[in-house]
């Protein structure tokens, strides 16, 4: 979602802040601009990649002092004037925002009868008039901004850079913001990433708190006047070096990395001697694990699918009622916190509003939520202060696939260790954990020969829609391969619990239609078989994903593609590969932008 990278020191700013924007366009936009102060202020912005943005920079251009932003369109279409940064009047401030100002529509009227005229749709743009006229007053930059907030209901990553003044003032409220301590020159970004090139020296500011950047230094504050308790802290340089190797896009490339992130988020945590799970951040007792009564799982997109397979893990090896839960609808329903149920908040960026504000209403409620999150020192896994991180490293593609396994895998993880603590035996421990032990190599078996993934694209790629179908934990699987197909190559997909699909979906079923079925060697195998024959029956073209060796299955299929078999626990770390190879390859045929497609972001940093 919207990006932000600011520069203050002794170097030319342009192109750093080009750079720190290039390094965000991961997060998907869909507009871009720049400022940097010299005598006075210039700008730039226009619709479109950063590459665009970099054409349309001119020579005038240049000073040590600028902020930079990727806009995704929340309030006011994709236009140049919408894209950030927004200027006041006479132009002697500029800001860059993310975030969602709530009072905008009243602060809108109130500034136009006023008099000042409005040149953009957005909501940020009231940011730039009110901190100007606090500036008219004689205010200081910092006092300015301070006065501006305090009129503004909403949420904000926002950095403002002043004609008369070298200084960057920064503010965070709901939307991430951090900025990075250098020697001689200071630096804020809206993501950690962004700044590792530079520094590892880092501020995580907190909501309400303030930053004045100058080459010199950085001050923080509080909105309210207050002490900000933000700390220096030094991040990981490895989290930054992200980069293609010989892959044509990050998704294929993560899903190649699959095996190996696997090995990094299990290792040193599978007990095999006791047939024992060890999760040390969730610091948890063995009595506190007994004594759990309920277990809820929270998280959007893809971290909710792993949110539903974990869920079955739990009730299956531990026998504690699990529920997964959508973060958007959880805090809005006023839910009922049991403060010795165990919540578990699931996130790969660590910065999903939704998941967030979930975990806020909770802690609020008196509940204890633990974090499993990929981006060390993200908002989650700091507000959750406990948890586990799922090691996937740097997930660059907005659509998401490593971190999907790993999150299965922390999850499986924390079935066996409470199940082991409940009424586990050792031997079902120890042989969910091997299981878990090999599926690295499994996968790695299987992508060295994917099968016949391009006869399924060919199955799917002009198709009206798709419908997927699996039972179990293959239910959750058969989801996560329908949203994937669905955000990379636009193709409309549909998924249900294989049983369900006689209630209604099966309406749509007609001569050649591709159903994809998720159909591993467990318990539900011969029913999910009969649910082949009902869409056959309807002239359904089947793309089945099923375990090797088993011919029987393959047989129904048009198309067959084998997994190496598993465990059930764990089949979905295999089943869900060919459905993330067939998304990518689908778009890739079809010339999409893989790794950032249209209209989504891969943190969403907004409700
Ligand atoms: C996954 O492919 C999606 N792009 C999206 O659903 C994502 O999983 C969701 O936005 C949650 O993100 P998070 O894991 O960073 O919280």
């Given at each position: 979602?919207?990006?932000?990278?600011?520069?203050?020191?002794?170097?030319?700013?342009?192109?750093?802040?080009?750079?720190?924007?290039?390094?965000?366009?991961?997060?998907?936009?869909?507009?871009?601009?720049?400022?940097?102060?010299?005598?006075?202020?210039?700008?730039?912005?226009?619709?479109?990649?950063?590459?665009?943005?970099?054409?349309?920079?001119?020579?005038?251009?240049?000073?040590?002092?600028?902020?930079?932003?990727?806009?995704?369109?929340?309030?006011?279409?994709?236009?140049?004037?919408?894209?950030?940064?927004?200027?006041?009047?006479?132009?002697?401030?500029?800001?860059?925002?993310?975030?969602?100002?709530?009072?905008?529509?009243?602060?809108?009227?109130?500034?136009?009868?006023?008099?000042?005229?409005?040149?953009?749709?957005?909501?940020?743009?009231?940011?730039?008039?009110?901190?100007?006229?606090?500036?008219?007053?004689?205010?200081?930059?910092?006092?300015?901004?301070?006065?501006?907030?305090?009129?503004?209901?909403?949420?904000?990553?926002?950095?403002?850079?002043?004609?008369?003044?070298?200084?960057?003032?920064?503010?965070?409220?709901?939307?991430?913001?951090?900025?990075?301590?250098?020697?001689?020159?200071?630096?804020?970004?809206?993501?950690?990433?962004?700044?590792?090139?530079?520094?590892?020296?880092?501020?995580?500011?907190?909501?309400?708190?303030?930053?004045?950047?100058?080459?010199?230094?950085?001050?923080?504050?509080?909105?309210?006047?207050?002490?900000?308790?933000?700390?220096?802290?030094?991040?990981?340089?490895?989290?930054?070096?992200?980069?293609?190797?010989?892959?044509?896009?990050?998704?294929?490339?993560?899903i190649y990395e699959q095996p190996e992130a696997l090995r990094?988020?299990i290792?040193?945590?599978?007990?095999?001697?006791?047939?024992?799970?060890?999760?040390?951040?969730?610091?948890?007792?063995?009595?506190?694990?007994?004594?759990?009564?309920?277990?809820?799982?929270?998280?959007?997109?893809?971290?909710?699918?792993?949110?539903?397979?974990?869920?079955?893990?739990?009730?299956?090896?531990?026998?504690?009622?699990?529920?997964?839960?959508?973060?958007?609808?959880?805090?809005?329903?006023?839910?009922?916190?049991?403060?010795?149920?165990?919540?578990?908040?699931?996130?790969?960026?660590?910065?999903?509003?939704?998941?967030?504000?979930?975990?806020?209403?909770?802690?609020?409620?008196?509940?204890?939520?633990?974090?499993?999150?990929?981006?060390?020192?993200?908002?989650?896994?700091?507000?959750?202060?406990?948890?586990?991180?799922?090691?996937?490293?740097?997930?660059?593609?907005?659509?998401?696939?490593k971190?999907?396994s790993?999150?299965?895998?922390?999850?499986?993880?924390?079935?066996?260790?409470?199940?082991?603590?409940?009424?586990?035996?050792?031997?079902?421990?120890?042989?969910?954990?091997k299981a878990l032990n090999d599926v690295p190599d499994q996968i790695e078996r299987y992508l060295s020969d994917v099968g016949p993934i391009?006869?399924?694209?060919?199955?799917?790629?002009?198709?009206?829609?798709?419908?997927?179908?699996?039972?179990?934990?293959?239910?959750?699987?058969?989801?996560?391969?329908?949203?994937?197909?669905?955000?990379?190559?636009?193709?409309?997909?549909?998924?249900?619990?294989?049983?369900?699909?006689?209630?209604?979906?099966?309406?749509?079923?007609?001569?050649?239609?591709?159903?994809?079925?998720?159909?591993p060697n467990?318990?539900?195998?011969?029913?999910?078989?009969?649910?082949?024959?009902?869409?056959?029956?309807?002239?359904?073209?089947?793309?089945?994903i099923h375990d090797e060796g088993d011919?029987?299955?393959?047989?129904?299929?048009?198309?067959?593609i084998a997994v190496p078999s598993s465990h059930?626990?764990v089949s979905p770390l295999l089943t869900v590969v060919p459905?993330q190879l067939?998304?990518?390859?689908?778009?890739?045929?079809?010339?999409?932008?893989?790794?950032?497609?249209?209209?989504?972001?891969?943190?969403?940093?907004?409700?």
């Open positions: 979602m919207c990006g932000i990278f600011g520069y203050i020191g002794d170097k030319q700013a342009t192109n750093l802040l080009l750079d720190g924007l290039r390094r965000l366009e991961y997060r998907g936009y869909d507009s871009a601009g720049i400022a940097i102060l010299n005598s006075n202020i210039s700008s730039s912005k226009c619709i479109g990649r950063v590459a665009n943005l970099e054409s349309i920079v001119t020579s005038e251009l240049n000073g040590t002092c600028g902020i930079a932003h990727t806009r995704w369109a929340t309030h006011g279409g994709v236009t140049d004037a919408n894209a950030h940064p927004h200027l006041s009047e006479d132009g002697t401030v500029a800001i860059i925002h993310n975030g969602i100002i709530e009072n905008s529509r009243a602060l809108r009227n109130w500034l136009t009868s006023e008099g000042v005229l409005l040149r953009s749709d957005t909501d940020s743009e009231v940011l730039a008039h009110l901190i100007h006229r606090a500036r008219k007053d004689g205010l200081s930059p910092l006092d300015s901004v301070r006065r501006a907030l305090r009129h503004t209901r909403g949420t904000w990553g926002l950095c403002a850079i002043f004609e008369d003044e070298e200084v960057i003032v920064c503010a965070r409220n709901g939307s991430p913001l951090v900025v990075g301590v250098g020697d001689g020159e200071s630096f804020v970004a809206s993501d950690p990433h962004a700044l590792t090139p530079h520094t590892q020296r880092v501020i995580f500011l907190e909501d309400g708190d303030l930053a004045v950047l100058t080459a010199g230094g950085i001050k923080t504050s509080r909105l309210d006047g207050g002490v900000s308790d933000a700390i220096v802290t030094t991040i990981d340089e490895s989290w930054g070096e992200a980069d293609l190797g010989d892959f044509p896009h990050f998704m294929l490339k993560e990094q988020c290792s040193g945590r599978i007990l095999l001697g006791s047939g024992n799970g060890k999760l040390g951040g969730l610091d948890l007792a063995t009595k506190s694990l007994r004594d759990i009564p309920h277990i809820r799982l929270i998280g959007c997109g893809t971290a909710l699918h792993a949110c539903q397979v974990g869920r079955l893990a739990i009730e299956e090896l531990a026998r504690v009622p699990t529920q997964s839960h959508v973060a958007s609808e959880f805090r809005y329903n006023n839910p009922v916190i049991d403060p010795n149920s165990l919540y578990f908040a699931v996130s790969q960026s660590g910065e999903t509003a939704d998941t967030l504000s979930a975990v806020k209403e909770i802690q609020l409620k008196g509940g204890q939520v633990m974090g499993i999150i990929n981006v060390v020192g993200s908002s989650i896994a700091r507000q959750c202060a406990r948890g586990v991180y799922i090691h996937s490293g740097p997930e660059q593609a907005v659509a998401s696939t971190a999907f790993n999150m299965i895998a922390a999850l499986t993880i924390f079935s066996v260790q409470i199940g082991r603590a409940r009424s586990l035996s050792k031997s079902d421990g120890v042989s969910v954990l391009m006869d399924a694209v060919e199955a799917v790629k002009d198709a009206k829609h798709v419908l997927f179908l699996g039972r179990g934990a293959s239910a959750p699987v058969a989801r996560e391969g329908a949203l994937k197909l669905m955000e990379v190559a636009y193709i409309p997909c549909l998924a249900y619990p294989a049983g369900e699909m006689k209630h209604g979906p099966i309406a749509l079923l007609e001569e050649g239609s591709p159903v994809v079925v998720i159909c467990d318990k539900f195998r011969s029913k999910t078989l009969s649910n082949i024959q009902e869409c056959k029956a309807r002239g359904a073209k089947i793309i089945l011919d029987e299955a393959a047989a129904e299929a048009d198309v067959a059930s626990i459905l067939i998304a990518y390859h689908a778009a890739v045929v079809l010339e999409k932008d893989v790794d950032k497609p249209r209209n989504l972001a891969k943190s969403v940093t907004v409700e």
